[in-house]
């Protein structure tokens, strides 16, 4: 039988039936999907709740008369629209990069986004998405993707007047970032507590979906902690069934006394549009990194030094773990907050700071969020008994590793210009499966139309070697990208090769 094809927005085509991750984009944007995830936006749907619904879903601060006009009415008023440009270079009408002879056709040079002489045709690319007044002196918080490489932001308030943004810190690892306008009158949300959840609690979405203008609408949330789901590095998603669409990433979702728990970033998908399946960070993961953002522009997370796993029923059997659930330490590194703090490989974390270990996810969410030099203490099982450590966390390193301003100490980066790296970890290592011969630095992301990117770098290449210069860590990587010709030794899928390229 023959497969219907899908067109997209891309101008690629996807087999039906065919499962995407979208991080939802405006509605102007190209949606891209990159193997299975992709970058869009989301909303919510519509209808109404019985009076025994909400009864079970414990918040008695809603009149039980099947409408949320109150809460609606309470949260509209600090969710706002967010506008972006980002210009695009030598990104053609097929959204891909020319090679091989037939490139020397003018008519093909200017069809891939090439003018006469062959240089990259500059375009710009506009988004929609939506935000979330937090504070009454102009602070907003909205996904990263929706500001990501944005030269121009503006944010438009409910009642129609409209301001410039500035990004005052992002953090790519949980899609957020947080901007700034200068603004008076403004009716910042108040912020709940996404951990006080339960999977069947009513919860509304608010954004601007397709660029229609404001919409409230309703769904349950379908599940909570979710992760492993590729979206980003630091997952903890509240699941919903509310109508994700384009152009509410970044909105607010929020609970039935109109508190903020989560903002809306990703769906499951088909077609690309809303099916039921939607995702957003919760508020508990997202209160952290904003403070973090508002306070140093950034996001310096906690590092206790550990490689861990889940731990299995058998594994757990065998280690005395009472009811299964903790996460497994399989390495230490020396001289870590863990070393110092006397953590064994073969040790059983049950609980942090009193709260219960369930996941590698959580646990790694629960570290991180601390930041550094945050005294933790540590319940664990040795040998079947418990054990209490404490530990002061160090920074994770390599948080926030960029190269991608064009610009570092003052002189043009030239053919790195657009990349990102950050340092390797033990996850990492162990995520890629790296052999402990193949030491360097990380290809975390890079503009389409960077000069590495166009010489064929990838998103999770392992830079081992720059100009035949040992690569080991960060600082060897900015002795090492001075100049104009580049050879580049990578890891890639357990092999090694090089890649050359000049400046353009």
Not at 66 to 95: E, L, Q, Y
Not at 176 to 193: F, H, N
Request: charge should be positive.
């Amino acid at each position: 039988m023959t497969r219907k094809k899908i067109p997209t927005m891309t101008g690629r085509k996807l087999r039906a039936g065919q499962v995407l991750f979208g991080i939802l984009l405006g509605s102007s944007a190209v949606v891209a999907f990159v193997a299975t995830c992709g970058h869009q936006d989301i909303a919510a749907t519509g209808g109404q709740a019985s009076a025994a619904t909400l009864a079970r879903s414990g918040h008695r601060s809603v009149a039980l008369a099947g409408s949320f006009s109150d809460v609606a009415s309470r949260v509209t008023p600090s969710v706002v629209n967010i506008h972006s440009t980002r210009v695009m270079r030598g990104m053609g009408r097929m959204g891909g990069v020319p090679r091989g002879p037939f490139f020397l056709n003018p008519f093909l040079r200017h069809f891939f986004g090439r003018g006469p002489t062959g240089a990259p045709i500059e375009r710009k690319v506009r988004s929609l998405g939506s935000g979330v007044i937090i504070s009454s002196d102009g602070y907003i918080v909205t996904n990263y993707h929706v500001v990501a490489h944005a030269t121009d932001i503006r944010v438009s308030l409910p009642d129609r007047r409209t301001f410039p943004a500035k990004v005052k810190g992002k953090d790519p690892r949980t899609d957020l970032a947080l901007l700034k306008i200068d603004a008076k009158g403004l009716k910042p949300i108040r912020v709940g507590r996404s951990s006080d959840l339960r999977v069947g609690d009513v919860v509304l979405a608010v954004g601007n979906p397709f660029g229609v203008g404001e919409t409230v609408t309703m769904g349950i949330v379908s599940a909570v902690g979710r992760a492993g789901m590729g979206i980003t590095d630091y997952e903890d998603f509240i699941q919903t069934d509310a109508a994700i669409n384009p152009g509410n990433s970044g909105g607010a979702l929020v609970n039935t006394k109109g508190e903020l728990i989560g903002i809306p970033t990703a769906i499951v998908s088909r077609s690309g549009g809303y099916q039921g399946i939607g995702f957003a960070v919760p508020s508990d993961l997202a209160r952290p990194v904003i403070a973090s953002l508002k306070k140093h522009g950034k996001v310096v997370r906690g590092y206790l030094g550990v490689r861990i796993q889940e731990l299995t029923p058998a594994v757990a059997t065998a280690l005395k773990v009472p009811g299964g659930k903790g996460v497994l330490i399989g390495e230490v590194e020396p001289g870590s907050a863990a070393g110092k703090a006397g953590i064994k490989r073969g040790d059983v974390i049950v609980a942090l700071d009193g709260k219960p270990i369930t996941s590698a996810s959580r646990f790694r969410n629960l570290v991180s969020v601390r930041g550094k030099g945050a005294k933790v203490h540590l319940k664990v099982i040795r040998s079947g008994s418990y054990l209490t450590l404490t530990a002061r966390l160090g920074a994770m390193p390599g948080v926030d590793a960029v190269a991608s301003s064009n610009r570092l100490g003052g002189k043009a980066m030239g053919p790195w210009s657009g990349v990102r790296v950050q340092s390797l970890t033990s996850e990492t290592r162990r995520r890629l499966g790296l052999p402990a011969t193949v030491n360097g630095v990380l290809v975390t992301s890079m503009t389409a139309d960077s000069p590495a990117a166009l010489a064929g770098l990838q998103q999770g290449d392992v830079l081992m070697e720059i100009n035949r210069h040992p690569i080991s860590n960060l600082r060897d990587f900015r002795k090492a990208i001075r100049g104009k010709v580049t050879v580049a030794l990578i890891w890639r899928n357990g092999h090694t090769m090089y890649l050359g390229w000049n400046l353009p």
